[in-house]
């Protein structure tokens, strides 16, 4: 009962370093394994139009022998292209009668979009004998698709195409630039869109439009991470040019695709309100171009033009499951992956839209009134609910009110960075009665889950409102860029609701700072990183555990400890394992207010890789699935001697470590790194090393008196370099350990208090002590109670009592007998017994005294 009553368990691993201040030795930890995995970078075309086919190329790094694309959507097919026998010189053929023609590589596949594919982006990986791929994007669309025709590097070369078409095309050169033309007419409204980070591009795009008479009419240079977009109604009937560039003209190659799209389908810049409750109906405004059925709206404008409004209905999901996961196929970057929520498009006899995400709110919603700039004009909003506002006009102040009794609590929680809003928020809560400033929350200073999965933001952080007094209380929201800027994307969610404590996980495989998938190798082990969002306050231990693995493959239930941002998930192969490459979920679950909530984690893989030990933030992004691909033997095994171990504060404990090398080729050093401050405060183990022919060293653990009670999930990690074959060239080769339960024995799990402090009691009369503890380490099993009486008191006794597992206090009786003498007996033993991590006993004792009267 200790490891789910009392112990917070935490996620550790031995040997996971910072970036910065790393040895040579440690930078080989960071560099990953350098062993043989797909990874790829570029598939051309980056998608096709609904019910095509049509022949794709491929390039990354260990690709070689590909046998399958596999798509995120089963109606997408992708077969490999196998090139035809060249012929023989017949020359070659006379003087070596047994020479075999040799096959060419493939290098393309044969892509089927089946017609019941809906509009959206979706995940491609590549299959070969190696593994399975990281994933790209691939669009599926409704639009006409050519690829992009070479030479197009000057006007007289452009590429022409009609209105309606999605060109695929790339920057591949530092100077490149790619001209396209297409005829208009005159008041044709025409979008012209170019996909680059949506679709994991590197590209940051630059486009002009260019009229006949060679003057440039518009022009448009995203923002970091975010695709380019002209919106033109055509001055003239007549050709007109794209000119698309890298911006800088600095970097390129292949990796600098595009997707650009010239066409008049809708277009939607913002939605409000961003939420809806789940399971309801509700009207909501889109803000775009060539919207149907829109109006245009002067008040709300983008680069000086003015959107469309149009007014839908949108009908939530009810399914529970649904309202806690993220239903998104567009791009969902770390900032967003926090959210809940699902995909909307608006449809029209030009197209499909691009998706917009709209979340679940968790509260009735309210919607901003537009009539609240001042303290006097403050929006009443009862609670609990969840607002929706905009900064739609310069210098713009909402000012809102509500009511709550003293001592009432609410979670505070803002959304609008998260959102995809250029925002930056913050707040103030007043009370103007008591002319108290309860808070002024701005930017949140809660560190990213990890460099690779970058979760910062500019929204405040949330905030735990407790009212000082009855009464009403004001506040005030704005946005630092809005005195400069604002516009219909600049929108905003409020969440004032009781504290709902909750957590989010996400799973990346192993790589630090490289794309990549899973690969576990018969006989071996493999590990995936989980990382938590807390929300509102949790702090409970979260038990992980994989479904959908195959035969052969295992991976035991590990958990992520109580407060804990991250830890290792370690799957393991037996020798008989099968070839696999599928699909796999890892599923967290834990107590949260006495209830059992699971939730799946959200996978996610780095986009491209960053250079190690610069502490750079990785380009990442959520995936549609977790991938798993079992391939050939392992060329060794990190096995704990032990799956559960227990210590207490203080003392030692060796673990015994051995490591079995399968290849002939794998007879250098071994060893395995531990970087103190991945560890717990208290807890050290000294770098290991496997020398050729020995192989089992013990792991000392010194559990120091100050580390924090309860059960870690260790994992040891090393390396090596190891040829993949007899041919091939030693790689740097990490090996991951078995994982070990390490229990961290408290020396106590509560302490002690009696009421009175001092009891006095007549004899003949029965008294009453309450003996209360006050709980550690979320121990909530029972407590025996004993008085311990000396020896020579007579006529006193005091039957064992027990406090309940969950209570905190106990009455301890006293039967004192008629004929006992007035006495003042001092230092009594009053103990509580309790018994934790199944048969371990710990003692807590206090002194006492006790007054008999007459």
């Known amino acids: 009962m200790f490891g789910q009553c009392y112990a917070a368990r935490f996620g550790l691993a031995l040997g996971i370093l910072t970036a910065i201040g790393a040895s040579a030795a440690d930078a080989q930890l960071i560099n990953g394994n350098q062993w043989p995995t797909p990874r790829l970078s570029v598939l051309t075309p980056t998608g096709g139009k609904i019910g095509t086919t049509f022949e794709v190329a491929f390039a990354g790094t260990e690709c070689e022998e590909p046998t399958a694309l596999v798509f995120s959507h089963p109606g997408i097919k992708g077969a490999a292209i196998i090139p035809p026998l060249p012929p023989i010189d017949p020359k070659v053929k006379e003087k070596d009668p047994k020479k075999e023609p040799v096959r060419p590589p493939i290098t393309k596949f044969n892509v089927v979009i089946d017609k019941s594919v809906p509009p959206g982006f979706y995940d491609v990986r590549l299959v070969n004998k190696n593994g399975v791929s990281n994933p790209r994007r691939f669009v599926v669309g409704d639009l006409n698709e050519v690829a992009e025709k070479e030479p197009n590097n000057d006007v007289e070369q452009a590429h022409k195409v ?8 790339a920057i591949a050169a530092p100077t490149d630039v790619d001209y396209f033309s297409f005829a208009g007419k005159k008041g ?27 003057a440039v009419i518009a022009s448009h ?57 789940p399971g309801k109906t509700a009207a909501v405004t889109l803000f775009g171009r060539n919207l149907p059925g829109g109006k245009l709206d002067p008040a709300a404008t983008m680069d000086g033009q003015p959107l469309e409004k149009l007014t839908v209905n949108v009908a939530a999901p009810g399914d529970p499951l649904a309202r806690n996961q993220l239903k998104f196929s567009g791009q969902i970057t770390p900032l967003l992956a926090t959210l809940d929520g699902f995909e909307y498009r608006l449809s029209g006899p030009t197209g499909v839209s691009n998706p917009m995400l709209l979340t679940y709110a968790q509260a009735p919603v309210i919607l901003e009134n537009d009539d609240n700039d001042t303290v006097q004009k403050a929006q009443a909003v009862p609670l609990p609910c969840e607002i929706a506002g905009r900064i739609d006009k310069k210098r713009d102040r909402d000012w809102y009110v509500f009511e709550a009794k003293k001592d009432q609590v609410f979670m505070i929680e803002v959304f609008s960075h998260r959102l995809g809003s250029p925002t930056d928020l913050y707040y103030v809560i007043k009370n103007l009665a008591t002319k108290q400033d309860v808070t002024a929350q701005d930017d949140s200073t809660e560190p990213p889950l990890s460099p690779r999965f970058f979760t910062a933001h500019r929204d405040p952080a949330p905030y735990r409102f407790q009212a000082p007094a009855d009464g009403k209380y004001h506040m005030m929201l704005a946005s630092h860029t809005g005195d400069n800027f604002a516009d219909p994307t600049h929108v905003y969610r409020v969440r004032i609701t009781p504290e709902k404590p909750d957590f989010r996980l996400f799973v990346m495989p192993a790589d630090e700072t490289r794309p990549e998938a899973c690969r576990l190798s018969q006989g071996g082990t493999q590990h995936y990183t989980v990382f938590a969002q807390r929300n509102d306050g949790f702090k409970g231990a979260i038990l992980l555990t994989m479904e959908g693995l195959p035969a052969g493959v295992t991976c035991p239930p590990q958990t992520l400890a109580a407060s804990m941002k991250s830890t290792q998930l370690v799957v393991l192969a037996a020798d008989n394992a099968a070839e696999f490459t599928g699909a796999v979920k890892v599923v967290g679950a834990a107590i949260v207010n006495g209830q059992k909530i699971s939730h799946q984690a959200r996978p996610a893989t780095v986009t491209w890789g960053v250079p190690i030990q610069q502490n750079i933030p990785t380009i990442t992004r959520v995936d549609h699935e977790l991938m798993l691909a079992v391939r050939d033997k392992a060329p060794g095994k990190l096995t704990a001697g032990k799956d559960k171990v227990a210590v207490k504060l203080g003392d030692k404990i060796d673990i015994p470590l051995k490591l079995s090398r399968s290849f002939p080729e794998f007879k250098a050093n071994f060893q395995v790194q531990t970087v103190p401050n991945e560890l717990p405060a208290g807890i050290t ?15 000392a653990v010194t559990v120091g008196p100050n580390t924090a009670p309860g059960t870690y999930n260790l994992v040891f990690r090393g ?34 208090s009696i009421d009175p402090a001092t009891p006095t009691f007549k004899a003949g009369a029965d008294g009453v002590i309450v003996v209360r503890v006050a709980r550690k380490y979320d121990y909530a099993d029972a407590f025996k109670i004993d008085l311990e009486l000396p020896p020579n008191v007579k006529g006193v006794s005091a039957p064992s009592v027990t406090i309940a597992p969950g209570m905190n206090e106990a009455k301890l009786m006293l039967k004192i007998a008629a004929d006992t003498p007035p006495a003042n007996l001092q230092n009594l033993t009053l103990r509580a017994t309790a018994i934790v991590h199944t048969n371990v006993t710990l003692v807590h004792e206090i002194k006492i005294n006790v007054n008999i009267t007459k």
Not at 189 to 213: F, G, K, P, Y
Not at 690 to 698: C, L, R
Not at 724 to 740: F, G, H, R
Request: hydrophobic share 40%.
């Open 685 to 699: 183990i000294p770098n290991l090393t496997f020398a050729p022919g020995k192989d089992d060293v013990n792991a």
């Open 162 to 169: 009609e209105v309606g078409t999605t060109i695929t095309g």
């Open 719 to 752: 390396f090596a370099t190891i040829s993949p074959s007899a041919k091939a060239k030693p790689v740097n080769t990490i090996l991951i350990s078995t994982p070990v339960e390490l229990t961290v024995l408290p020396k106590d799990v509560a302490t002690l």
């Open 188 to 214: 044709q409204r025409v979008l012209i869109t170019c996909l680059t980070a949506s679709i994991d591009s590197r590209l940051d795009a630059e486009m002009r439009i260019i009229n006949a008479q060679g």
């Open 221 to 277: 240079r995203p923002h970091p991470n975010q695709d380019g977009l002209i919106d033109l109604t055509l001055p003239d009937d007549g050709d007109y040019l794209v000119r698309l560039n890298k911006f800088t003209y600095l970097l390129a190659s292949p990796e600098y695709f595009y997707r650009l799209n010239i066409a008049a389908t809708p277009h939607i810049e913002a939605i409000f309100p961003p939420m809806i409750e």
